[in-house]
């Protein structure tokens, strides 16, 4: 899926929220436990409940990697769900992954190719030849980390590196890599102070947001400052999104409070 095309399901619906399938065997409702593939149900009713209102889907790999080979077969089924099924959703691989080029192209080839995902995020710290095997791949995004939403962001990420905050700096220099134009870049609402100063850097780029709902970011802070004339921005949304209830009408009230982010959402884009 191309940019345009994000952008233009996000005006058909008004909606910039990207759903977080961080799902967790210890969280889902238990009934659910008895199920063949209980990730893949809770997952699938997570979906059937919240497309309408959403125009991404973010599986966090760690939750599948956690489960060996039976969570990698619920991921794969849950990508080929979406895509048989609600096609027009764009899909984002959270799996940080970063290492020497080779590597890289190899773990670039299983998301895109193997597993069909429209995006993955990636580390910068190794540089250049970690990154661009993943922008190589044609109407594929590379979502690089650059501010995120944990305390231990200012471990490293604000240091100086000359007169520039090192996460600065780590978005000024992408913009020289090899297909730059396929890069996105990862924001954390925590931090929604600082996108004034990145979208003086990157004014056009697709930011994924995390950190709104459960880490306490503010979807008007996020859009005060990041938002621009065709959005720009992925908010993502998990656990109070899909950990709303364990009740067993879990999918409805996960599908409630995805209808209300879409509904402000909505409002925020009458703004523009």
């Known amino acids: 899926m191309t940019s345009q095309e994000l952008t233009q399901q996000i005006f058909k619906k008004k909606s910039f929220l990207c759903v977080g399938l961080d799902t967790d065997l210890e969280r889902i409702p238990t009934y659910l436990l008895s199920e063949k593939d209980p990730v893949f149900s809770f997952n699938?009713?997570?979906?059937?409940?919240?497309?309408?209102?959403?125009?991404?889907?973010?599986?966090?790999?760690?939750?599948?990697?956690?489960?060996?080979?039976?969570?990698?077969?619920?991921?794969?089924?849950t990508i080929n769900y979406l895509h048989s099924e609600y096609p027009d959703l764009y899909t984002i691989a959270d799996a940080k992954r970063g290492?020497?080029?080779?590597?890289?192209?190899?773990?670039?080839?299983?998301?895109?190719?193997?597993?069909?995902?429209?995006?993955?995020?990636?580390a910068p710290y190794m540089g250049k030849d970690s990154v661009e095997p993943f922008l190589e791949f044609e109407n594929k995004h590379t979502i690089l980390l650059a501010l995120t939403s944990n305390e231990?962001?200012?471990?490293?990420?604000?240091l100086k590196?000359?007169?520039?905050?090192?996460y600065k700096k780590v978005i000024r220099t992408s913009k020289e890599w090899n297909n730059s134009e396929n890069l996105?870049?990862?924001?954390?609402?925590?931090?929604?102070?600082?996108?004034?100063?990145?979208?003086?850097?990157?004014?056009?780029?697709f930011l994924l947001v995390p950190g709104v709902g459960a880490q306490g970011g503010s979807l008007e802070e996020v859009c005060k400052y990041g938002?621009?004339?065709?959005?720009?921005?992925?908010?993502?949304?998990?656990?109070?999104?899909?950990?709303?209830?364990?009740?067993?009408?879990?999918?409805?009230?996960?599908?409630?409070?995805?209808?209300?982010?879409?509904?402000?959402?909505?409002?925020?884009?009458?703004?523009?």
């Open 44 to 77: 699938k009713a997570i979906i059937d409940a919240t497309h309408e209102f959403c125009v991404a889907y973010k599986p966090n790999i760690a939750f599948y990697e956690a489960m060996g080979v039976d969570g990698w077969k619920a991921l794969g089924k």
């Open 161 to 166: 590196t000359g007169d520039e905050d090192l």
């Open 227 to 272: 938002i621009t004339k065709n959005v720009g921005l992925l908010v993502n949304s998990s656990r109070k999104i899909i950990y709303a209830s364990d009740s067993s009408n879990f999918d409805e009230i996960a599908g409630a409070k995805a209808e209300a982010m879409q509904n402000q959402m909505a409002l925020e884009l009458e703004k523009l």
């Open 99 to 122: 290492d020497i080029g080779n590597t890289s192209r190899m773990y670039a080839k299983a998301f895109f190719d193997d597993l069909g995902f429209d995006s993955v995020t990636v």
């Open 184 to 205: 996105m870049y990862v924001v954390g609402a925590t931090k929604a102070e600082y996108l004034a100063d990145i979208r003086k850097i990157i004014p056009e780029n």
């Open 152 to 158: 231990g962001a200012f471990d490293f990420q604000t």
